[in-house]
């Protein structure tokens, strides 16, 4: 076998194939580097958003447990004093007062005496309300002409369409002016301004 040695000054170097590898490492290694970038970037744009979701989270979270605390504190048994009873007692008559008006009812009252009887006094006995219905156990004591007026304003009285409910009546004897005094207990159940 015979070996070939080329001893010529510039011996023939066939460099293609190195130059043709180190291109391709080179795209290779810059296709890597935009990658590595591009997914970077989407790991970083993940991370904010889960970072987002979690504060998020950790506000609601807040909320919840403040509202949860404030709801106990509000449900926590009030307890008072028993003069504080006594002073919430008495403020509610008051209101239960206020609710209940005089003038109206005697105007009611009014529109049903008959022409020839007067009313001698007028006596609440009673105020009682539940919400916004206020009834009130009322005493009129009147004065007729005559024994029928007390009929007559019986009769009057049923037709005030239940605002006023008759109970129990007592006629007694004529006096010396010839008038006959009369007494009337009567529920009276006012209504309300839009009724």
Known sequence: ?????NLSRRPFTNHRLLWIGLV???FIAFW???WMSSEKSRVIAKQNDVLTQIAGNRAAADRAIEEAERRKREHQKVVITEQQAMQLASA???IQRK???WNRMISDIEEYVPKNTRIMSIKVQEIAS?????TARIQVKALGTT???LTTMMTNLEKSNGLFVVGDTNQDPTIESGETPFTLDLLYKPRGEGR
Do not use: H, P
């Open 99 to 101: 609710m209940f008006s």
């Open 147 to 149: 024994t029928d007026e």
């Open 32 to 34: 890597l580097l935009l």
């Open 130 to 134: 539940n919400s916004d219905d206020v």
């Open 24 to 26: 391709a490492v080179y």
């Open 1 to 5: 076998m015979r070996t070939q040695i």
């Open 92 to 94: 509610r008559q008051l």
